[in-house]
């Protein structure tokens, strides 16, 4: 699913956000990228949506090459993609079911249908009771699990997430490991960053530390997620 060789990051203020990043991430895998506050591992998010290029270095993700993409690459993968980021980007004056339902609406799913996964992804993130709630009324860690369940909501084969659990209570964190174990049952490939260890307790899979712009697993953190 993920292709990295020798990828970099430099922006047009000189700063290097990431150096000779090798990256193999097969379909349905779960993998987590840790690191400090500045690390890069928003960056490294927006590499793999093809928000940002890369410096240098080859990247291919879900058989397209990001170094070389067009317009209509991205757009291809985008619509391959289900990404949470932490601006979550949701719509105000909209409850919490539109906002989820808006990514199945764009693709053509009929009402009926739409309304339906909707509901059921909210319920799997604990907002059964907040679907009627305008996302302005929402915490900040409310917003942060309707962002989830609309990046889920329509299966992509693709999911990145930063920092999903920053903001969440535990319990709140065992509904995200819950969606993110369901989501590898259906293929789905995970890359999450997070500083949560929470999260990689109930929900183990391969770890990667980024430091220094550069990538490293950590041995011995966690098991494999079992598919």
Same mark, same amino acid.
């Given at each position: 699913m993920i292709h990295a060789r020798g990828v970099a990051k430099v922006y047009e203020n000189g700063t290097q956000a990431l150096q000779e990043i090798d990256l193999q991430v097969a379909a349905g +895998?779960?993998?987590y990228v840790v690191g400090a506050s500045g690390a890069g591992k928003t960056t490294l998010l927006k590499l793999l949506l093809g928000m940002e290029k890369p410096t240098a270095g080859e990247l291919e993700v879900a058989g397209i090459s990001l170094g070389k993409a067009q317009a209509e690459d /991205?757009?291809?993968?985008?619509?391959?993609?289900?990404?949470?980021f932490q601006d979550f980007k949701l719509i105000p004056g909209r409850t919490a079911l539109e906002n989820v339902a808006l990514s199945l609406r764009v693709l053509g799913v009929p009402w009926s249908e739409n309304r339906q996964r909707s509901l059921a992804v909210l319920e799997e993130v604990g907002l059964a009771d907040r679907v009627g709630s305008m996302v302005q009324t929402l915490s900040?860690? +409310?917003?942060? &699990?309707?962002?989830?369940?609309?990046?889920?909501?329509r299966e992509p084969r693709l999911l990145l997430a930063d920092e999903p659990t920053g903001n969440l209570d535990a319990?709140?964190?065992?509904?995200?490991?819950?969606?993110?174990?369901?989501?590898?049952?259906?293929? /789905?490939? &995970?890359?999450?960053?997070?500083?949560?260890?929470?999260?990689?307790?109930?929900l183990p899979g391969r770890v990667l530390l980024l430091e220094g712009g550069r990538l490293h697993q950590v041995a011995g953190a966690g098991r494999k997620d079992r598919q």
């Open positions: +895998e779960l993998v /991205i757009r291809r993968l985008r619509r391959l993609t289900g990404a949470v900040w860690g +409310e917003r942060q &699990r309707v962002a989830l369940a609309r990046a889920v909501v319990t709140s964190v065992g509904f995200v490991a819950a969606v993110l174990a369901r989501a590898g049952e259906k293929g /789905i490939t &995970r890359v999450v960053a997070t500083h949560d260890t929470r999260l990689l307790e109930m």
